[in-house]
């Protein structure tokens, strides 16, 4: 193979079949992932190799390698497939724009309050959406959305991450959740001063939820010597551990309702104004081929969030009418 046949071009199968084999060294397995058969499969290979002039793989009896040359092209081969894959998708969504799949990455401290308007919206507006919804942590979904796992996510920001665009939505402002004989539930002007010394409980490592708590706890003094205790994996199972008497959390206002409203061992206490919050909102790839469809996605998002403790941002600020409700009416559905 040193001679390289500049007349023949690589086909898009054989750019497959051999990114398959470079992902799965094996020709059985790299076969069964793209629905090819092995013979054809292994065809496909060889073709690639003498329409480069170079060999792209070691074949042994017992394994497929990769030779240099091969782990270099490996690299071309997927990001050319990646380009073709993002070509048919602008054609698709140019030709009939809310159709087809959307991978919707979503944070599980936002999931199960704003899912059913999503949800709701996808249904009644756009019908012949594809809505596929993965629930996973920010790191893990910020992954996703660079390596084109996913589409679009639903998350706490800001991200602060090059490459990503953020479709802002709403504020929410954060609630005390105590057991109902704490001396600050009920309360509708807590300082924020009073995090400084309470036994706080907060979600593991890797919420965006823990991260975005202990920094209000730092703006309001709390020292690093003052007692936290993490030991839960969801906004359920603290509310509980709240519920039996140790300690005291934060919540964001959406999810209070849902977490709180059945349980009378629990209190809610609301900030005195400016209140501490977290902004959510939709994030997608910077120049996506789908971003006007995106784009409009979050407009009607917005409009849909009617029904929220929420202040719905537009164009980058507060409509007149995205208040938030009075803290007592708030505290009364959350009681």
Same mark, same amino acid.
């Given at each position: 193979?040193?001679?390289?046949?500049?007349?023949?071009?690589?086909?898009?199968? &054989?750019?497959? $079949?051999?990114?398959?084999?470079?992902?799965?060294?094996?020709?059985?397995?790299?076969?069964?992932?793209?629905?090819?058969?092995?013979?054809?499969?292994? =065809?496909?290979?060889?073709?690639?190799?003498?329409?480069? =002039?170079?060999? *792209?793989?070691?074949?042994?009896?017992?394994?497929?390698?990769?030779?240099?040359?091969?782990?270099?092209? $490996?690299?071309?081969?997927?990001?050319?497939?990646?380009?073709?894959?993002? /070509?048919?998708?602008?054609?698709? #969504?140019?030709? $009939?724009?809310?159709?087809?799949? +959307?991978?919707?990455?979503?944070?599980?401290?936002?999931?199960? !309050?704003?899912? @059913?308007?999503?949800?709701?919206?996808?249904?009644?507006? !756009?019908?012949?959406?594809?809505?596929?919804?993965?629930?996973?942590?920010?790191?893990? /979904? *910020?992954?996703?959305?660079?390596?084109?796992?996913?589409? /679009?996510?639903?998350?706490?920001?800001?991200?602060?991450?090059?490459?990503?665009?953020?479709?802002?939505?709403?504020?929410?402002?954060?609630?005390?959740?105590? !057991?109902?004989?704490?001396?600050?539930?009920?309360? &509708?002007? /807590?300082?924020?001063?009073?995090?400084?010394?309470? @036994?706080?409980?907060?979600?593991?490592?890797?919420?965006?939820?823990?991260?975005?708590?202990?920094?209000?706890?730092?703006?309001?003094?709390?020292?690093?010597?003052? @007692?936290?205790?993490?030991? #839960?994996?969801?906004?359920?199972?603290?509310?509980?551990?709240?519920?039996?008497?140790?300690?005291?959390?934060?919540?964001?206002?959406? #999810?209070?309702?849902?977490?709180?409203?059945?349980?009378?061992? +629990?209190?809610? =206490?609301?900030?005195?104004? @400016?209140?501490?919050?977290?902004?959510?909102?939709?994030?997608?790839?910077?120049?996506?081929?789908? &971003?006007?469809?995106?784009?409009?996605?979050?407009?009607? +998002?917005?409009?849909?969030?009617?029904?929220?403790?929420?202040?719905?941002?537009?164009?980058?600020?507060?409509?007149?009418?995205?208040?938030?409700?009075?803290?007592?009416?708030?505290?009364?559905?959350?009681?």
């Amino acid at each position: 193979m040193n001679v390289t046949n500049r007349g023949k071009q690589p086909s898009l199968a &054989q750019l497959r $079949a051999f990114a398959a084999v470079s992902e799965h060294l094996h020709f059985r397995d790299a076969a069964a992932a793209i629905g090819m058969s092995q013979p054809a499969l292994s =065809g496909a290979v060889s073709a690639l190799e003498e329409a480069l =002039g170079v060999q *792209l793989l070691e074949r042994t009896t017992r394994k497929v390698l990769l030779s240099p040359a091969g782990e270099r092209l $490996a690299v071309r081969a997927r990001a050319v497939l990646d380009a073709v894959g993002e /070509l048919l998708e602008e054609a698709e #969504a140019v030709r $009939a724009p809310f159709t087809g799949v +959307l991978r919707l990455g979503v944070i599980p401290t936002v999931a199960p !309050y704003l899912l @059913p308007s999503v949800l709701r919206l996808v249904h009644g507006r !756009y019908p012949d959406l594809d809505l596929q919804v993965h629930e996973e942590q920010t790191s893990s /979904l *910020l992954e996703g959305l660079t390596a084109g796992r996913l589409d /679009l996510l639903l998350l706490a920001v800001p991200l602060g991450v090059p490459g990503v665009t953020e479709l802002p939505l709403f504020d929410e402002d954060f609630v005390l959740v105590t !057991y109902d004989d704490h001396w600050l539930g009920g309360r &509708q002007d /807590l300082p924020r001063e009073a995090l400084r010394e309470l @036994p706080l409980l907060l979600l593991d490592e890797g919420h965006c939820l823990r991260d975005q708590a202990l920094d209000i706890c730092r703006e309001a003094g709390r020292t690093e010597g003052a @007692p936290v205790t993490t030991t #839960a994996a969801g906004l359920s199972t603290l509310v509980q551990l709240v519920a039996g008497g140790l300690g005291v959390t934060l919540l964001p206002r959406t #999810a209070v309702q849902v977490e709180t409203g059945r349980n009378p061992a +629990l209190a809610t =206490g609301y900030f005195a104004d @400016p209140a501490p919050a977290r902004r959510v909102a939709l994030a997608m790839r910077t120049g996506a081929a789908r &971003q006007g469809e995106f784009e409009q996605f979050a407009g009607a +998002l917005r409009e849909a969030l009617g029904d929220l403790p929420v202040r719905v941002l537009h164009d980058g600020g507060l409509t007149p009418s995205a208040v938030l409700p009075d803290a007592s009416a708030g505290a009364a559905a959350a009681g």
